[in-house]
């Protein structure tokens, strides 16, 4: 069986800059098409596997230098332990690709492996709980600068490559719950948990020069500095979905994004999203 999946999503963060300052923090809307082609393999009576060619592309209204195509393969294993409806299911999937910028010095290879098990406990009520590790690599080795800051005596940290900056992992935990609201619409709730590095831009002061991985000049936020820290990702999420018809619907959500960085180094990010889904 043959696998095409079409979507666009436009969303809005009032945090984009991922700052823990709110003088630094920047709103964005961005627009994300997306595309999925791929086919599904019958390898056994309760076990699946799809192997799918995964491209998306984010497109900002303001800073555009956050412009990307990402493009990756990835292959899931699904089995049924059992039959009917309410019988639990196990997915395990691996995926690796390339994500591309405006400055190549942010191009990545990314790639992630997880688990997931799920389980209809009615014919309305669908749960579900997984582990996610993901991997970012720079493609390129930007050439080493100093990032000079005044009355700051720490340059042992600040002799680095700008693509070090986006050298990152972790894993995450997460739950979910779907609720069938009525034939054609579902309530999803979703929290989520990661630990591992991120990238934050903001004013470079003391506490963020200090204790940051990596750090560089900010390509996309003038006066601001990008940086690596080690942090704890708390996401929690409420979205709607409407089925338009047998393959399409719309979903409209919200996500509540509260990284809790090193060093006392926290933000948070709101997201509003509303996406159109096609399954041919």
Same mark, same amino acid.
């Given at each position: ?35 999925? !082609?791929?086919?599904? !393999? ?36 699904? #089995?049924? !332990? ?63 600068? #100093? ?12 002799? #680095? ?114 996406? !159109?889904?096609?399954?041919?």
């Amino acid at each position: 069986m043959w696998i095409a999946d079409f979507g666009v999503e436009a969303n809005y963060q009032d945090n984009i800059s991922r700052s823990p300052y709110s003088a630094d923090k920047k709103g964005d809307f961005t627009l994300t098409p997306s595309m999925v !082609f791929g086919r599904y !393999f019958g390898v056994g009576a309760h076990t699946g596997l799809t192997a799918t060619a995964n491209l998306k592309a984010d497109f900002l209204s303001k800073y555009d230098q956050l412009n990307n195509i990402e493009a990756t393969g990835a292959v899931t294993l699904i #089995h049924r !332990f059992g039959v009917g409806t309410e019988a639990p299911s196990l997915r395990a999937h691996v995926s690796y690709g390339q994500v591309v910028f405006k400055e190549s010095y942010r191009d990545s290879w990314i790639g992630e492996a997880g688990l997931e098990v799920s389980k209809w406990f009615t014919d309305r009520l669908e749960l579900s709980a997984g582990w996610l590790y993901d991997r970012r690599m720079p493609i390129h080795e930007a050439a080493v600068v #100093h990032y000079y800051m005044e009355d700051i005596d720490v340059h042992y940290l600040l002799y #680095h490559r700008p693509s070090n900056v986006y050298e990152l992992d972790g894993n995450t935990g997460r739950i979910n719950a779907i609720y069938l609201l009525t034939p054609d619409d579902a309530l999803s709730l979703g929290y989520s948990i990661r630990g591992g590095d991120v990238v934050s831009e903001a004013t470079p002061g003391k506490s963020v020069v200090k204790w940051s991985k990596a750090i560089t000049e900010s390509d996309v936020f003038d006066g601001l500095a990008a940086y690596r820290i080690g942090a704890t990702t708390h996401t929690a999420t409420v979205s709607v979905s409407h089925a338009v018809a047998d393959r399409s619907s719309i979903n409209l959500g919200y996500d509540y994004q509260n990284i809790k960085g090193d060093w006392g180094l926290n933000y948070i990010n709101n997201v509003i999203r509303l996406a !159109f889904l096609y399954s041919w």
